[in-house]
């Protein structure tokens, strides 16, 4: 896949393009991806893309409460407490990727000592499956 990807603009429903981020992008790769791999029955993959998307997903979020100018009190399903999500750069996302992929391995490695070398062997691979995101064009 070429770089491409990260700045080809987005069919919307109502015929119009839109650009978006690189996170933005990203992101769409990371759900095609783990929608492959939940057709082929890959559980430790689904499992690694699953929680990195979360990883991104609660990077992007906004801080709420007396931390955010912005954020006033509405009632429940009000879309006026709609606010855009923080944008992350490539060395953002990055730096996510690598904190998963090294919670992921310290994890292994206690799991090992432990003697469940089973457990210890799926986050391994699940790291590996999060490492070809280090790889260009996607964070380098």
Known sequence: MGAEWFSAPLESDDGFSMMTDESQSFLARLKADLRAAMRERKSVEVTALRELIAAIDNAQAVPVGDR?????FHAFGDS???VPRKVLGKD??????EAEIQSRNNTAKTYRSLGRDDKAQDLSDGAQTLNR???PPDLS
């Open 68 to 72: 955010h100018d912005s954020y006033v």
């Open 80 to 82: 006026a407490v709609e």
């Open 92 to 97: 953002e996302l990055r730096r996510l990727v």
């Open 133 to 135: 995101y280090l790889d």
